[in-house]
């Protein structure tokens, strides 16, 4: 959207981030070329990896081979932007770190692409046609469904820089399913993806703010497909999903599934309004609350979100595991690493397979230690 001043509103009102229009008369350079992995993130990787592990390890994380990270770290939406390959540097350490280093083990999960055939489960044909021109090199200045991708890296020359963007997407959403299909199989009970670009804000037609593909929507209805009875998914993002839920609502219309099989629970506190829901979902807006932390969340789950849960009674659970909730965050709430924990323990006593996908959080220091607190959460005994 431009605004009246000359700037275009690239987020969608969720930051408060422009560009100018003009920027865009400016040279660009032909050819972007990405930095390296870091060697810290191929040191763990490989000691993950070279690990003799307990026969009753059920726990997971993916993608954990060094061509997938690769493919989401070569990816940028710019250097002035929150959402940073580093993000994955920093989770990776911290969970080697505060965890692997302290005898804590689980499985190693290698990623892999997303097919056109999974894209379009859940995103339109025109989505996947754009997806595709950009993947091929293309300009897509004026494209529709995916304008936020535009946007990234403006000193570059997007011919050079879409491909790395549809590269990480393929990868995000193909390792959220390698885990999807190891729970359905019951070769794990939990998994944490640590996967970047998000995609709870991806809608059907087009890309939302910061996100790609919509991961935990296609890794749904693929669960579906795959033998599941019934897939719950909530939603932990401090903004209120939007794409998720607009994709479940079209999926409802179209008869392609049910409210018996498949429940959004949306818990949020800004971006989103109270607007009605859409389709098989459930929101918690807890904008009307004086402040918004530990206790909130516990209070939300207590009132709404275990009751329909437990009603629901999924085999499958997947958690848009957003940490802008976090205290430090941008967003300027105060939930605690003790509060995302126990939020997880609460989710793991359904009795459910359980799948955390990573969406947002952009704080380095609260979104590590909020992960590491839900991943020790996945690890530890369920208290008796």
Same mark, same amino acid.
């Given at each position: ?18 560009? &100018? ?18 060697? @810290? ?34 990816? @940028? ?14 989770? $990776? ?59 990234? &890296? ?9 491909? $790395? ?78 794409? @998720? ?22 818990? $949020?506190? @800004? ?68 509060? $995302? ?44």
């Amino acid at each position: 959207m431009t605004n009246d001043d000359g700037t275009i509103d690239i987020w969608g009102g969720l930051y408060k981030f422009t560009e &100018n229009v003009a920027s865009s008369e400016k040279p660009v350079r032909p050819f972007y070329v990405p930095s390296e992995l870091p060697l @810290t993130i191929a040191s763990v990787l490989y000691r993950w990896n070279q690990s003799v592990l307990p026969n009753d390890c059920s726990i997971a994380v993916c993608p954990c081979d060094i061509e997938s990270v690769t493919k989401m770290w070569h990816h @940028t939406w710019g250097p002035s932007h929150v959402e940073q390959p580093t993000r994955l540097q920093q989770l $990776y350490e911290a969970l080697d770190k505060d965890l692997w280093e302290k005898g804590f083990r689980w499985q190693t999960i290698s990623g892999r692409s997303l097919t056109d055939s999974e894209l379009s489960l859940v995103h339109s044909s025109e989505f996947l046609n754009d997806f595709l021109a950009i993947e091929q090199g293309k300009d897509l200045s004026h494209t529709n469904a995916l304008l936020n991708f535009t946007y990234a &890296n403006p000193d570059f020359s997007f011919c050079s820089v879409g491909p $790395y963007i549809t590269s990480a997407c393929r990868v995000a959403a193909g390792s959220v399913l390698a885990l999807t299909k190891l729970a359905i199989s019951g070769r794990i009970q939990h998994g944490f993806a640590l996967v970047r670009p998000a995609g709870h804000h991806s809608q059907s037609d087009k890309s939302g703010t910061f996100c790609g593909l919509n991961n935990v929507a296609i890794a749904c209805i693929a669960a579906l497909s795959w033998g599941a009875k019934k897939v719950l998914v909530v939603d932990l993002d401090v903004h209120r999903s939007v794409g @998720t839920e607009e994709i479940f609502s079209r999926l409802e219309k179209e008869n392609r599934i049910t409210v018996e099989r498949l429940l959004l629970i949306d818990i $949020y506190a @800004t971006f989103g309004g109270s607007h009605k829901a859409q389709g098989p979902t459930i929101l918690v807006p807890l904008m009307d609350e004086k402040e918004i932390g530990d206790q909130q969340y516990f209070d939300a789950f207590e009132r709404v979100v275990l009751p329909k849960a437990k009603e629901f009674n999924p085999d499958l659970v997947l958690v848009s595991a957003g940490f802008d909730a976090a205290k430090g965050d941008a967003e300027g709430f105060q939930v605690t690493p003790r509060g $995302y924990q126990e939020l997880t323990m609460q989710l793991r006593l359904l009795g459910s397979p359980m799948i955390y996908v990573l969406e947002g959080g952009y704080d380095l220091s609260s979104l590590c230690s909020s992960a590491v607190a839900c991943m020790n959460s996945l690890l530890s005994p369920i208290p008796r």
